[in-house]
């Protein structure tokens, strides 16, 4: 028979099993449980009362506001079903930007992923790895992100439409450098350069602190193991031991995916080369062009749409990242 | 430690909490006897305006008038009326003042246009030049005027008239007895080197000097004029354009301010299909024969957007995307929209005064008449600080270049003849109702002071601009003024050869933009593909880079096109707001 | 074939320094614009017209001195015209950024707790709703939020939108990273204060906040400097006030209007700029040790 003994207790295993048996039954209403739960309510109203206003009842008025149809004011004029629906849809069929918008979407994400993710996670093994310099280089990434980013955004535009052409006329003599923010051959690709350049500055914190969290001992037994210390032990320790990060600003990135508009907001208001157009910047150009409120049904309708598309494909990826993803196990 | 840091934390926080909401601004008024006026601080600045103060000041010496110098806007004026914070008269670069007009908001100001200033029988009516169309749109329903005229500013290409002499892009007068006849009875006197006609001397006024080339007589057929030399045909003006763009660059107009270009749009148009033309465009009463027509079209409102089929539209949409639209030939801060419209014009004069990297020569300038008096204490000052030669404020003979003749043009005359020019503001004095009949009455009188002949010539001869009254200017005003300065004003009175047409006041022939949604925005909406864009040139520029080939291939007939496809979809709209139809 | 190749040692140290080479390159790429709109501020507005890039040849401090009268914006409200001055500006901004940051981490901060350290019924029913609004991208609602602030007196108030700033606040990365940090501090501090009387409240704000303090503080800051730079959000709900980085984005904005040069306001950026890099410069290791997000798992 097996015995635990504990605390100078005596009992059978099956006597402990039946115990925490009795212990997983509902706790009574008791005057302890009803305070905890007081207390664990009275914190909880006020944050769950804004999730109620500022979440469902929003969302809830964006859903319902869809089926109407609204005069310039606001008012309610009547009920009109799928309409709006079918408007949104029927505007992005007739409007050729929708294929170079989607697919403009699409390469901001896979550059801000391929590029920017990959480049991130080495550069924070290194910051992690605390190279020479990696202080200075700390303070400096997060600059922009302690800048106001509408100030970074300005002085780069101006920095690359007037100074950039002067530098190259000046230092080399080259006197037809483009503007590569007007220039529609050269737009899109300063649009991802500049998101995927400016990615990098929570990044260099945050990846580097996870790295911090790993326990010694496992890149000890990777070297062990005998794992270089580098970009192997980068790939083979470092990285299945910050997944859960990674899979955090992924999931949270591709959820952002359809609504990016990336600086194209800040370098030309509406005015963007369509070129250069994102899913997100069209729907910004379509509700910026709307000065009242009788285009909120039909932009309500059309954010449905997109929301229906992402939300499914949001979490799939999110099961097969925790599904096919590396184990953490120490 | 920590309950000095608690105190100058709550305390730094109070003093925060005080400053963090700002400071309210109320014109207080002391003792009763202040008369507050605001004067739109734009181009011509506020100066001009002492002397008037110092005139009504002295007449009525228990009164003190103060200036405040804003560039406030329309919204602004209405937002301060309705907080019942107004100042006691607005003098504005704009005449947008309907709403208030109809909210009863504003006084009428007929007793001023009978008042008598200038100690002769004239009334402030008999001074007011186009005093009709004035009655048409600061009226309420026909009755009483509600707003005063106060500056009327041209916009169009400016030049610097020594360096194309220098350049030699200007024609220069023949050496025949046709020529030499006309310069005798204008009473020139001249001498010949070879095929040139030199300047000598002239009984009347003109703006050589001896020694100078004579140039060609300008479409107004006299010599020593505004317009001397300039190209008059399209050809004329191509070749012009060639040279530039050979030199350096051919147009520079503020990347911030695209709106000027849509200036020479409106007087591209004008020019081209007339001013009659121009008034049922901005009224959408009469008649016009469209392009391919055999006989002309009877408009009227209910379906007033055909109007913008008019041929004159699609050759000021071709007029923009040639001259201004070349980006190969236009200055870089064309595209910049970062780019003030000061710092273009501290380009435009560095350009020719000081050439480099980023200031390369440009020859046309997109700016208004008040651009030299705006520069005046910022680049000018600069490079007289900076000891270059020759370009002081007033040392340079800036003009305006008239547009060319495009064939099959109305022109000023109707015939063809002449030139069209579109003002880019029309500004207003309004005064809002006023309680205190007091204070009312000396605002409107002061008001009267700034339309004495004497302050009329004084803002023209300090700023360079011009007011819709009759006045002259004396010798020595004259001779104090800029060369531009003293161009506009013998460009803006030759009124045989030069019509101005002026968008944001004609607009006003019909109630459209202030009862209906259309609201004061511009005229020029065109509808590229799903989106409508405010601007002819964004409108060029969205069209020649659009992925649809049907819509890059021709950008200019999809942009003119554009326009008539947004009002024609709105046009039922403001229709049923004006309950017509 | 490329791991073979990350373990060869040669290839290994190469592949290093290179990684080490371009990281310096981009840090570099960053200072290069900032650079540029240092020695601009410094730069005679005539210098910059003719060459936008050069170095100044006559450094002036000048541009500082005349931007800073520019540095003021006057809104009209319900009040009246109101002026807002460079120091009127800095007043709202620490109102704004002060009071979003502690009252959206405060409430965040004590959600945490409890969803970590309390059993209750619905807690996974609250974290699972967190996730979902975490990831499921919401889009288009920006008119019905324009409906219902406007309905419930928020827009254009200050004070109620400090008060309403939390959103949902058990959803986010700072909710996570508290979540993280709380599930790794022993319950027994809590269970030793309970043996001794202390109620539920006493525990929570005299033990395990407390503990949390080095946290709070590096999120409050990082939450403050963002906030310190919003300027939507005065665009969007609060017209009546301007923070700095509202009134330089009017300021840019209108900067024509003054007569102001890219100069004067490359100067009247940096202005707005230095609370902002001093605060960051001193608190500069405490927000970047305490800053970890943990995985989405739920």
Redesign the interface.
Known sequence: MNMIIENDKTETLTERSAGLKIQKKRPKLTKKVL???G??WS??A???L??L???V???F??II?AFQERS?T?EVIGWVGLKNFGDFIK?IA????LS?SLKNSFILYLAGLLIGMT?QI??SY??FRK?W?ST?????????????????C??????V???????F??LFGWKSFP?LI?D?NYTFGTVVFYSV?MS?TTSL??YP??M??IPDEVLESGRID???M???EL?YMVLPQI???I???L??GF?????STGPLVAF?M??A???AFTMGYY?Y???A?SQ??IL?PY??????L??AI??PL??LL?WAL?RFGPSQDH | MKKIISVLSVLLGSLFFITGCGQLINPARKDGKEILISVYNGGFGVDWIDPVIADFEADYPEYTVEIEDRKRTVEEISNLIALGQQADAYISCVADFHQEIYKGNLEDLSDILEMKVDGDDRTIASKVTNLDLWKKVASKDGEGIYMLPYEDSVLGFIYDHGKFVEMGLLYKATNDSATKTALKNQKITFTESGTELIFKSSENRTNYKEGDVILRAGKDGKYGTYDDGQPITIDEWNKMFSLLDAYGNTVIYSGQVLDYTTDIFNGIFAQYDGVDAWNTFFSYSGSYQFEGDSAPTTISMQDGYKVFGMTGIKKATEFLQTYLNNKQAIH?VT?????SHTETQAKFVLGTAKPS??APFVGLLVDGVWWENESRKLIFKDLEASNVKGFSYGERDYRFMLYPEIPGQKGADGKGNGSVVASRTAGSFIVPKNKNADILEKTKIFLSYTLKDEHLSNFTALTGGIQPYNYTLTDEQLNSMTPFARNYWEMYHDTENIKIVRPLLDRYLSPLPYKT?KGNAVNWYSKI?????NMPL?AL??AE????PAISADPVMTVFKGFEEHFKKNWPTYMNELKIG | ML?RL??N?VM??C??YI??A???I??F??????I??IYTAMKPSLEYFE????LPQNWTFSNFLTVLPMLQIRILTDRGEVLFRVWDMLGTSVIWAAGNAFVSQF?TL??A??IAK?K?IGKNV?YM?GIF?????????????M??KKA?GIYDSMFMHII?S?????SG?WF?LYYAAFQGVPWEYAEAAFIDGA???KV?FKIMLPMMIPTFSAIFLLGF??T??D?NSFIMWLPSYANL?YG??LF?LDASNYGAS?PQI?AG?II??IP??IL??SS?KL???????????G
């Open positions: 305070i905890k739960y207390f664990v914190i909880l006020y944050p769950v804004l999730f206003v500022f979440f009842y929003v969302n008025n964006s506001m310039f606001g505007n007739d409007s050729p930007l170079i480049f080495i550069f290194f910051l190279f310099g200075v280089v700390r303070f400096i990434v997060m600059l922009p992100a302690i800048i106001s980013e509408f100030i970074v300005l002085v780069f535009k101006k920095f439409e007037g100074a950039l052409p002067t530098m006329e000046t503007n007007s529609t350049w990098f914190v945050m602190n996870a911090n969290q005998g794992i270089q580098g970009l192997q790939f997944f859960p990060t899979t955090t600003f999931i949270t959820s952002s995916l359809l609504t030309f509406i005015n080369p369509q070129q729907y150009v379509e509700v062009g009242s409120q909120y932009l309500a309708a059309g954010g449905l997109m929301t992402m939300a949001t979490f999110k925790e | 870089d595209d910049e929209s970062s780019v990297t980023d949604s593909g799903a989106v409508s864009y964004s520029r969205i880079t659009s992925l649809d | 791991l990350l373990g040692k290994s140290v592949l290093k990684s080490i371009l990281l310096f981009f840090t790429s960053l200072l290069i614009p900032l540029w709109m060459n936008s890039f050069r409430f004590i959600t707790y409890v309390y209750f609250i709703i609004v975490m990831i499921v991208p919401i889009i288009g609602a920006l008119p019905s939020q409906v219902v419930l309403t939390p959103g949902v606040c058990f990365l996570l109620g539920h409240y929570m400097l963002g310190w730079n300027y980085a330089m984005y840019q890219m490359m950026f707005c700029m902002t890099v960051y410069v500069q927000i970047t040790s305490k800053l970890m997000v943990g995985g989405l798992k």
